[in-house]
């Protein structure tokens, strides 16, 4: 099964040298499932000709807002709007989630609570607890009329969303390890941009778990089936 990656944006170099780009990082996760991957620079206009011409999208995480305009966002939103009525299965990741949910008639506003950095417990539907790494400010506040979400926390209502069968949607980053964590942390801290409380909390919880593994498993049985269990 050929699953093709989206680069909605690209890791900083620092963190490309170490860990990779996106495209590698989801090559770990989804690995032993028997995919293979190719990867579009959509962020620089590189797009597909058309839908099937993979088995399974993914959409990566991006330094932009879905909000802002850029020549790519357009193009992008166009594209998953043709994969979903071709009924190819759609995965989103942080970014990915974002404009997935405004392609088809969502919102995506800067949170004002601020940002969400590093280990994050979120609740399932179900009601059991799973832990990832995010790195977000941005969130989804209206959800298209299709996506029902799955997974939530006080921070972030609508952490997990599924849209049927055709799509599957993530804020949080599964593909994030603690040590990448702690390299962002460490090349981030003293920009102004990240409040160093957060930085802080996000320093304190590398050593906790994370279920990673889990929602990799949830990514890669979406995409053979279409059904998202997590």
């Not at 020549?71 to 979903?84: G, H, N, Q, T």
């Not at 990832?132 to 996506?147: E, F, G, K, R, S």
């Not at 003293?190 to 590398?206: E, I, K, M, S, V």
Request: net charge negative.
């Amino acid at each position: 099964m050929r699953i093709g990656i989206l680069l909605a944006g690209h890791t900083p170099d620092h963190i490309q040298q170490t860990h990779g780009d996106f495209d590698s990082m989801f090559a770990r996760l989804l690995g032993g499932n028997g995919f293979t991957f190719a990867a579009w620079d959509v962020e620089h206009l590189e797009f597909p000709d058309n839908p099937h011409d993979a088995d399974g999208w993914l959409i990566s995480g991006s330094r932009h807002g879905a909000y802002e305009d850029h020549a790519f966002i357009p193009k992008l939103e166009d594209f998953i709007r043709r994969v979903y009525t071709s009924n190819v299965p759609l995965v989103g990741i942080c970014f990915g989630h974002q404009i997935i949910a405004q392609a088809l008639g969502g919102t995506v506003e800067k949170f004002d609570g601020g940002w969400g950095l590093g280990r994050h417990v979120y609740e399932t539907a179900d009601g059991r607890q799973l832990a990832l790494n995010a790195w977000h400010q941005d969130q989804v506040v209206v959800l298209p009329a299709d996506a029902s979400p799955v997974a939530r926390n006080a921070f972030c209502e609508n952490a997990m969303l599924v849209y049927g069968s055709r799509a599957f949607t993530v804020q949080a980053h599964p593909e994030f390890e603690p040590d990448l964590v702690a390299d962002y942390i460490t090349h981030r801290r003293g920009t102004g941009t990240y409040p160093d409380d957060r930085l802080d909390q996000a320093a304190r919880a590398l050593a906790q778990p994370l279920d990673n593994a889990h929602l990799g498993h949830a990514i890669a049985t979406f995409l053979k089936t279409g059904v998202a269990h997590v």
